[in-house]
Structures are given as C-alpha cells and as structure tokens.
C-alpha cells in the first residue's frame, strides 16, 4: 500500500518522472444545485417546502472526469461542446477554478446541458435537466475531431478517456476516430460507456460500465452476477479489449482480461450520492495507469476513491490528499493523517461544508493530555458533526506560559490529540491567537472553556459575522496541566 500512497501524495508521476497528461473526450454538462431545509409540506399539494438558502454549480459528465484528473495532480485536457448561454460560460468558470483550460469548449447553437437538483435536508428532492441529445450535425462533430487531432498532435497525452453520457457528443463514428487516433499514438483509450450497443467502443482499452449498464449491453439480468461476469469477458474478447472494469456497488469493483477475473471488494462506507462515482472510478483508473501502475493497482486505487465519493453529497471530484488518506486509513494509520498543514485543513473543512456537516472549532496547548482535556474536547465534538483542533506550536506556548512550557513537543501533543476519536483534524499554529486559522477555516461553532466570556473569545465576532455560533462548555475543576507539573515537583 505504501507505494500507491506515494504514487498519490506525488500527483501519479510517470515511469519517467513527469506528471502525467490526460485528454478526455465527452458530453459536457453543468450541474447546478440549489440546497435549503425541509420545515414543512406544502399546504397546497402533498409536497415538502424547501426553503432555499444557498446555490452551488459543479462540473459534471465528461467535465467532473476531468476534475477528478485535475484534484489527482495530472494534467488535464478537456473536449466537448456547449452552448454560448450563460450555462456555457458557468461552465467555463467552474473549469477555470479547477486549473483545467477551456480552450476545448466547442461552442455552438445548441444550449449548454444542465442539470438542477433541489436539496432539502441533505435528500435530492427533484431533478430538472435541460438537455438537447442525439448526434451532433457532421460539421460538428468535424470540428471536435480536428480539435482532439490537433491536441494529439501537439503533445502526446498519456492517456485518453471517452466519456459518454449519450447526449450526442460521441456517436460511433467520433469513438471510432478517436479511438484511431489514440491507439495509432500509442495511447490507452479508457471509455465509461452507455447505451446497448459497445461496437463503438472497438478498439479502445478498457471500459467502466455499472452493472445496469454491463446488463443492458450484454442481454443479462443484472441480478445474475455469475452470467453478467460471462458477458463482460464476452466484450473483452468480442471488442478487442485488454479489460472491462465492472463497478458493482456495495460489491465493490471487478476487473475482467481474458481468460481472468479479479474482484475488489468494496469498503464499506455510509453511502449519501453516488452521482459521479463512475466518473471518479475511471479517473483515478487512468491516473494509475499512467503512473505506471498495475491493472489492480490502478484498481484498488479507483475502489477506494469510489468510496470517498459516494459519501459526499452531489457531484464532488475526488482529492488527492483525501485519497492518500483513505490508502492510510486502510493500512490503519489514519490518526497521523488528522494532522493537517493550513492548506489542507481548509480544503477539507471546504469538503466537510459542501457534504453539509457542522464544524466546530477549538484551541489550546494541550500540554500533558489529561482527563479534563478529554471530556472538554468530546463535549465539543458533540456541537457538530467535525472537531478541528488549533494547537498551538511549541514557541507559542513558551510565550504564553514560559520558557519551561511545553513540557511535550508540539509533534507529539499532536498526535496524541490525533488519536482522539472526538478529534477530526489537528491545526499547528504559532500566532499570537487563532484568529487567522480561525479566518482560513470559517468553522460553524467555536467553542472555549467556560472559564471565558464570551467577549473574551478570540474570534467570536468573527464566526457569528458569517452565521455560526459560539459555545463556552463547563471545565472540569482541579485538573490541569500546571497542577500536574507541580505534582511531579
């Protein structure tokens, strides 16, 4: 495991030490959501309100396969059509924030497809698409082709991924160029394929169906995992494949070659959207396997992050440091990862945020852990769904309490507090006062000792200007590290 975690924190190099280019080809779609909370039904149809508080757009279809690339550390190069309306230009915007350039958006008449999912309370409530499919007119499809040429052409990708969402970006004949032109380059074609008929595919490396997908194309019912396995070698073999990565929910992923199956299980997880898990499954897919990984490698690594997103709420790309952290929490060293540089916490108070749950903040030296530190940090967690813990650094604590001060260094007062289970994250920080971590991260509760006023609270102004709270909880009397110390004599 540790050398696919390497892989991760190293953004996939290349054998060769690059970092590795990827170029994706599909339907391009604009995901918008509009989140609020369920208070009550609708007085004039059995229908629950939602109240709206807040709106979000994420990149979806061929374009959250390209974030996924993008939030792995590759290089990514994206090719698809849109429509000069607003959508088209959001979307442009949502690639330009992920670091992925626009300049393969072939714009044209017909509209930018969207799709509007209402939240209530966490739950999808509705969905409205707007959408214009079949194949795109011939001069359009000309067009995109002389764009993935040229692409080629320019610089050789390391990989080449079709995503189809049967929209009309990828009809047989585009998957068949493109598909040409990649394998005459020397370049593995990864498809997450659609529709009944996979002679489109012809040629390529491998596909990513889902198991309703697997049965539609091979006549099989999706409960009989023994024929719908056959019919998947049957593709294998009838396509011209190297191999078909089956994705199979709660029953993890399996990995079909000729003459050979290997099955990953799935790890479990509570599971809140698996929208986009398939696009996160053949990004990562491709990310490993042109690092130079292994089939199964590339595999497990896809497993794993399949399993990351379907326990986030909407279409959410997966990370790299999230990534590497679920590798080290399967090889049971996750509590040392809770300790997170700024930049990382505040990505992942960002993701915690966007799933919806309810951070918490607190600080303090925490210099010889004792039980009143325990109890005051588990009442605190119990204020939200996350903990994120500001420590103060080793400097910081001699300025506040003295040139004797820390009694334990700064890396093992994290670690301990690491291993914490009411503890998500650990923060290092050697200012004065939290006030900027506080700033970077904009936690939802901040909580002090009740020992504190509340006008006494670094940085409760702050967090109730943004909506949240703040939270003074009774310590326990006559424990203390100083009372300890002096114990000790």
Same mark, same amino acid.
């Given at each position: ?120 309370? !966490? ?246 852990? !004792?039980?009143? !530190? ?116």
């Amino acid at each position: 495991m540790n050398s696919l975690v390497d892989a991760v924190r190293h953004g996939f190099p290349t054998p060769a030490g690059r970092t590795p280019r990827a170029l994706v080809v599909g339907d391009l779609i604009l995901d918008r959501y509009l989140w609020g909370e369920v208070e009550r039904i609708s007085p004039e149809a059995p229908v629950p309100v939602v109240r709206l508080g807040r709106e979000t757009v994420r990149l979806g279809g061929a374009g959250n396969v390209a974030a996924n690339l993008a939030g792995l550390g590759l290089r990514v190069d994206l090719y698809g059509h849109v429509g000069e309306d607003f959508d088209g230009r959001a979307l442009a915007t949502e690639l330009a924030a992920a670091g992925i350039a626009a300049d393969g958006l072939l714009r044209g008449p017909r509209p930018t497809i969207s799709k509007t999912r209402v939240i209530g309370s !966490h739950q999808q409530m509705i969905r409205l698409d707007r959408e214009e499919t079949g194949a795109f007119p011939a001069v359009e499809q000309a067009r995109l082709l002389d764009a993935v040429r040229a692409a080629l052409a320019a610089d050789v990708p390391d990989v080449v991924i079709l995503s189809d969402y049967a929209k009309g970006c990828l009809p047989a004949e585009v998957c068949q160029a493109v598909i040409a032109m990649a394998r005459g380059a020397g370049v593995p074609v990864l498809v997450d394929p659609k529709g009944s008929d996979y002679r489109k595919y012809r040629g390529a490396t491998g596909l990513t169906p889902n198991k309703r997908e697997a049965a539609e194309a091979t006549g099989v019912s999706v409960r009989d995992t023994e024929a719908l396995l056959a019919g998947v070698a049957g593709l294998v073999r009838d396509l011209g494949l190297d191999f078909v990565a089956l994705t199979r929910g709660e029953e993890g992923l399996s990995l079909v070659r000729a003459g050979s199956q290997v099955h990953l299980p799935a790890r479990a997880r509570q599971v809140f959207d698996v929208s986009g898990a398939g696009d996160t499954v053949i990004a990562s897919l491709a990310a490993g396997l042109a690092a130079g990984l292994g089939l199964e490698e590339a595999g497990v690594l896809a497993n794993l992050a399949a399993g990351i997103v379907v326990g986030k709420v909407g279409t959410v790309p997966v990370e790299a440091w999230e990534l590497a952290r679920e590798m080290e929490r399967q090889g049971g060293i996750s509590q040392a990862d809770k300790i997170c540089d700024w930049t990382r916490a505040r990505a992942q108070v960002e993701a915690w945020h966007r799933d919806g749950r309810r951070v918490v903040f607190t600080n303090g030296c925490f210099d010889l852990l !004792h039980a009143g !530190h325990v109890g005051y940090l588990e009442q605190a967690r119990k204020l939200g769904d996350r903990l994120v813990v500001g420590l103060n650094t080793d400097a910081s604590v001699s300025r506040l309490k003295g040139p004797a001060r820390p009694v334990i260094h700064e890396a093992d007062r994290a670690r301990v507090l690491a291993a914490l289970e009411a503890v998500d994250a650990v923060v290092l920080f050697g200012e004065e006062t939290p006030l900027d971590l506080i700033l970077a991260l904009r936690p939802d509760v901040l909580v002090k000792g009740d020992d504190y006023r509340e006008d006494q609270v670094v940085g409760a102004a702050e967090v109730k200007s943004w909506g949240g709270s703040v939270a003074l909880i009774p310590v326990l009397a006559g424990r203390s590290t100083t009372g300890i110390i002096a114990k000790l004599g």
